[in-house]
């Protein structure tokens, strides 16, 4: 089965530079697009990366994203970090016949 | 603008079966999107999805609980809503309603209820 692993917790300070991987077990990550979802604590998830480098209207362009065929992983980039940006970060993608959702265990950004 | 609730008891007792009910308001179901989603979150872990139905009925389901979820759709009563048999306490979580933006390339989860806490216990 298709699955997705994540770093547990990243830690930056303000105004720097994070960025999250992604990695797929088998088979290519490039295969399917990649989401990217925040989640603050006590909220619903909320997108913001869709189809691996995508926006949605209202996510600063401080979030982006990409992949890396190579090490069959995507990553969420976040620039000039702010104290709102904590938050838990999902990575989403599609499983083995291209149908099924498959999460990311989640990354806890923690930004001090 | 659209807006997602979900509804229903917040405890089941084991073995029985959890009901939940997302309501779709600011316009209606059918026009504000094709398909929609459950997506659960036990405390202090990750996300797990449950499954989707288009509007015209079709319904897909994670493998691991294809045989006890079931999802349908109201479009009189502009809300589609989540049935989980047998339940256990591992069925303890947040159930979180969505809809899906599919007008891309693939699809994503552009639109969230605040969520439902739902408790199984005797």
């Known amino acids: 089965n298709f699955m997705l692993t994540q770093p547990h917790s990243v830690s930056e300070s303000p105004g720097k530079t994070v960025t999250i991987s992604c990695t797929g077990n088998s088979g290519s990550i490039a295969r399917n697009y990649v989401q990217w979802y925040q989640q603050r604590p006590g909220s619903a998830p909320t997108a913001v990366i869709y189809?691996?480098?995508?926006?949605p209207s209202g996510v600063p362009d401080r979030f982006s994203g990409s992949i890396d065929s190579s090490s069959n992983s995507a990553s969420l980039t976040i620039s000039g970090l702010k104290t709102e940006d904590a938050a838990d970060y999902y990575c989403q993608s599609f499983g083995d016949n291209d149908d099924d959702v498959v999460f990311g265990g989640g990354t806890k950004l923690s930004v001090l | 603008q659209v807006q997602l609730q979900e509804s229903g008891p917040g405890l089941v007792k084991p073995s029985q079966t959890l009901s939940l009910t997302c309501t779709v308001s600011g316009d209606s179901i059918r026009s504000a999107g094709d398909y929609w989603s459950w997506i659960r979150q036990p405390a202090g872990k990750g996300l797990e999805w449950i499954g989707r139905t288009y509007i015209a009925g079709i319904t897909d389901y994670n493998p691991s609980l294809k045989s006890r979820a079931s999802i349908s759709i109201d479009m009189s009563k502009n809300h589609f809503s989540l049935t989980l048999t047998s339940v256990t306490a591992a069925d303890t979580a947040i159930y979180y309603c969505?809809?899906?933006?599919?007008?891309?390339?693939?699809?994503?989860?552009?639109?969230w209820g605040q969520g439902i806490l739902v408790t199984v216990s005797s």
């Open positions: 969505a809809r899906i933006d599919s007008t891309g390339w693939s699809y994503y989860f552009d639109l």
């Open positions: 189809e691996n480098d995508r926006r």
